[in-house]
């Protein structure tokens, strides 16, 4: 009888802001090729936090739905209205991914993002790793949860990559990997230190330069992850 009914679709605040910036455009509102509002208008126009809104018009941005003109700001790309609707309904599909999906493509991304960083990183490169490792332990030491710092941890292994848009994808999809961690209790305190031992394995070849090993250890520091992601399931 349930399994006859519609699911209820609950969207979370960014997919909101895309679509009340699709409905801007086409109430013409927003015409392609205007300059949006600042943030902070946008933000009490919309009633929402100034950090979705940058999250949002980050994602639009990278589907090329926004552009960001030196001295000028953010405008609507110059397509046609129907156009620029249907790119947005595309994006709003994109960004309809469950946990299983988004594991297993930050997996292939981050791999490829270690065995980058073990061939380019440079001296600075490794200093910001540290940097970050030693925060994400600083909160596993005071018993804190430590998710933004570990993801933050893999971003940076991304930027030491030299890669931008393995980078971007990479920025686009932890949000939603941040809040699933948070939805599903994925983050364990008593799995910190191995988790911990992962992240020294992981930054140790790539300060040896050794991409294959770099590649490895990071498939095996998210293996745990991917096991759980296949055991769970979101309803929409």
């Not at 940097?131 to 804190?144: F, P, Q």
């Not at 008593?190 to 394995?201: G, I, W, Y």
């Not at 330069?209 to 520091?221: I, V």
Request: overall charge negative.
């Amino acid at each position: 009888m349930l399994d006859s009914l519609y699911k209820i679709n609950i969207d979370n605040p960014v997919d909101k802001i895309i679509k009340q910036i699709r409905n801007l455009i086409s109430t013409g509102e927003i015409s392609p090729g205007e300059k949006l509002p600042p943030e902070r208008k946008l933000a009490e126009h919309l009633g929402v936090s100034r950090g979705q809104v940058r999250e949002a018009l980050r994602k639009l941005e990278f589907y090329g739905i926004l552009k960001t003109q030196p001295q000028s700001g953010t405008i609507v790309n110059g397509l046609g209205i129907v156009a620029v609707e249907g790119l947005i309904t595309d994006v709003l599909q994109i960004e309809e991914n469950d946990f299983k999906s988004l594991v297993e493509t930050r997996i292939i991304l981050e791999k490829q993002a270690a065995y980058s960083a073990a061939e380019r990183r440079t001296q600075d490169d490794i200093v910001m790793l540290t940097n970050a490792l030693s925060n994400y332990e600083k909160k596993i030491i005071n018993n804190e949860t430590a998710v933004e710092e570990d993801l933050l941890f893999h971003l940076k292994i991304a930027e030491a990559g030299k890669n931008n848009v393995l980078k971007s994808l990479m920025m686009i999809i932890t949000p939603d990997i941040i809040n699933n961690f948070k939805k599903y209790k994925v983050c364990d305190h008593s799995k910190d230190l191995k988790t911990n031992e992962e992240h020294r394995e992981i930054l140790d070849h790539i300060i040896d330069q050794n991409p294959e090993k770099a590649s490895a250890a990071m498939e095996n520091h998210l293996k745990d992850v991917l096991h759980f992601s296949k055991e769970k399931t979101i309803i929409k």
